[in-house]
């Protein structure tokens, strides 16, 4: 059984930055791409990173390009996403999930598994 477990997330001024973590288990981590979603209120859920199975090649929304930044430690099974110069509009529950693939991949249905999110809250 394939378990993601998001933290990292809370409360942080315009201008600051947060870590968000991903740690999974119940599969063979280094063989698929992981990405980062978020939703926030009355918002469909959107993409925000991914990066492919060896780490070697990441892709952003151009929303974040520049200031959000994925990463994979395949050895402890857990996948990043640094996020600086944070803005209000950032506000949302993230979510890390396992792609289909080991490819880098932005859609949603190109991912199996989703973690249960975690709360960013940037206030101005």
């Known amino acids: 059984q394939v378990q993601l477990v998001e933290s990292g997330g809370g409360l942080v001024q315009a201008g600051g930055s947060l870590r968000l973590s991903c740690a999974a288990s119940?599969?063979?981590?280094?063989?698929?791409?992981m990405g980062w979603f978020r939703q926030a209120p009355g918002k469909e859920r959107e993409f925000v990173a991914c990066?492919?199975?060896?780490?070697?090649?990441?892709y952003y929304a151009d929303s974040v390009k520049g200031r959000f930044t994925i990463s994979r430690d395949n050895a402890k099974n857990t996948v990043y996403l640094q996020m600086n110069s944070l803005k209000p509009e950032d506000t949302a529950v993230y979510y890390c999930?396992?792609?289909?693939?080991?490819?880098?991949?932005?859609?949603?249905?190109?991912?199996?598994?989703w973690g249960q999110g975690t709360q960013v809250t940037v206030s101005s």
């Open positions: 999930a396992t792609g289909k693939y080991g490819g880098l991949v932005y859609r949603t249905n190109d991912y199996d598994y």
């Open positions: 119940g599969r063979t981590f280094s063989s698929y791409a």
């Open positions: 990066i492919n199975r060896n780490g070697g090649a990441t």
